[in-house]
């Protein structure tokens, strides 16, 4: 059985909400100063709203609003029996999800794609280095529920700049007792895929809307970055 998280602050409610019409086990996973106005309308829709005092310390790019609010819905999630998840942020479009959802059921562990190397000068550490991100994946995640927990079942306590998206993958694989790699084979081995090409097939596009971008998949800045 499916369903969906939806993660971070309410600004895009009205843009969204629209998407997940008819779409089960859903619930927006966010914090308890938001904009009560935001909350009744998610809640007018039939969507269950978990509401947490947002962390005092955020990490780098914010990581820790990002792993809290996550790990609280897939938890509710978890306790109603859902088997497999979506993680989605609250500032992001799906065109078709319902086929979006159909296409991804059973897989595993899922991520938008991974990142070719030598693309971006991007420095840091994390038991290895490298110079370029190895995982562009955190905006949208799917998988068995008891995997997406391993993902966000984490906190940072120091500014380190590692990106959020090594810093999941790190924790999804250290909590499997399965080898710290970040590249595309170790991935596969590991059951792991990526859904990029499945949405470019299908002519499902994926709408940013922080950013203002049309389509992650085929925006300037990014199109040429991903091994799918």
């Given at each position: 059985?499916?369903?969906?998280?939806?993660?971070?602050?309410?600004n895009?409610?009205?843009?969204?909400?629209?998407?997940?019409?008819?779409?089960?086990?859903?619930?927006?996973?966010?914090?308890?100063?938001?904009?009560?106005?935001?909350?009744?309308?998610?809640?007018?829709?039939?969507?269950?709203?978990?509401?947490?005092?947002?962390?005092?310390?955020?990490?780098?790019?914010?990581?820790?609003?990002?792993?809290i609010?996550?790990?609280?819905?897939?938890?509710?999630?978890?306790?109603?029996?859902?088997?497999?998840?979506?993680?989605?942020?609250?500032?992001?479009?799906?065109?078709?999800?319902?086929?979006f959802l159909?296409?991804?059921?059973?897989d595993?562990?899922?991520?938008?794609?991974?990142?070719?190397?030598?693309?971006r000068?991007l420095?840091?550490?994390?038991?290895?280095?490298?110079?370029?991100f190895d995982?562009?994946?955190?905006?949208i995640?799917y998988?068995?529920?008891?995997?997406?927990e391993?993902c966000?079942?984490?906190?940072?306590?120091?500014?380190?700049?590692i990106?959020?998206?090594?810093?999941?993958?790190?924790?999804?694989?250290?909590?499997s007792?399965?080898?710290?790699?970040?590249?595309?084979?170790?991935?596969?081995k590991?059951?792991i895929?990526?859904?990029a090409?499945?949405?470019?097939d299908?002519?499902?596009?994926?709408n940013w809307l922080?950013?203002?971008?049309?389509n992650?998949?085929?925006?300037?800045?990014?199109?040429?970055?991903?091994?799918?």
């Amino acid at each position: 059985m499916q369903g969906v998280v939806i993660q971070g602050p309410t600004n895009y409610v009205k843009d969204v909400l629209p998407l997940y019409k008819n779409i089960p086990n859903v619930v927006w996973s966010t914090w308890d100063n938001e904009p009560s106005n935001n909350i009744e309308l998610i809640k007018k829709e039939g969507i269950k709203v978990i509401q947490t005092p947002p962390p005092t310390f955020g990490g780098y790019l914010n990581v820790n609003f990002q792993t809290i609010s996550s790990y609280k819905g897939i938890k509710y999630l978890k306790s109603k029996g859902i088997t497999e998840a979506l993680k989605i942020r609250g500032d992001i479009k799906i065109d078709k999800l319902k086929l979006f959802l159909k296409l991804l059921k059973g897989d595993n562990m899922s991520f938008i794609s991974i990142c070719k190397p030598n693309v971006r000068s991007l420095h840091y550490e994390l038991i290895y280095s490298h110079t370029s991100f190895d995982f562009p994946g955190d905006h949208i995640i799917y998988g068995n529920i008891d995997n997406l927990e391993k993902c966000f079942n984490f906190t940072v306590e120091n500014n380190m700049q590692i990106p959020p998206e090594s810093l999941i993958a790190y924790s999804y694989l250290y909590n499997s007792n399965l080898e710290f790699k970040l590249d595309y084979h170790t991935f596969i081995k590991y059951g792991i895929s990526f859904f990029a090409q499945r949405c470019l097939d299908n002519n499902i596009k994926i709408n940013w809307l922080k950013s203002k971008w049309d389509n992650l998949l085929t925006h300037s800045a990014d199109k040429n970055l991903y091994d799918y």
